[in-house]
């Protein structure tokens, strides 16, 4: 019998996992939420689509209270959020 896995990028079913504990990840543009996932800890973080400004270009995701940038892929520790860097 084939099985076959259905995986979003927010949240694995607590049914596969005995951990109970989520990390939130928030990207935002200009202070507001652009998108939202909720990670497991030690969880493959994937990125949003680009957003878009007008005139400006996308530079890519600062992770707030320091310099470093997201990562498609990024294993993901703890809570935190992003900022939109625009050129």
Request: with cysteine.
């Given at each position: 019998t084939k099985k076959e896995a259905v995986c979003r990028k927010t949240v694995l079913l607590e049914q596969y996992s005995d951990k109970q504990e989520y990390c939130v990840v928030e990207f935002l543009v200009n202070g507001t939420i652009y998108d939202k996932y909720t990670i497991y800890p030690g969880g493959s973080l994937s990125l949003p689509p680009e957003p878009k400004?007008?005139?400006?270009?996308?530079r890519g995701w600062k992770?707030?209270?320091?310099?470093?940038?997201?990562?498609?892929?990024?294993?993901?520790?703890?809570?935190?959020?992003f900022q939109a860097e625009f050129l």
């Open positions: 400004a007008e005139g400006h270009v996308f992770r707030m209270g320091s310099q470093g940038l997201a990562l498609d892929g990024m294993c993901v520790e703890e809570s935190m959020s």
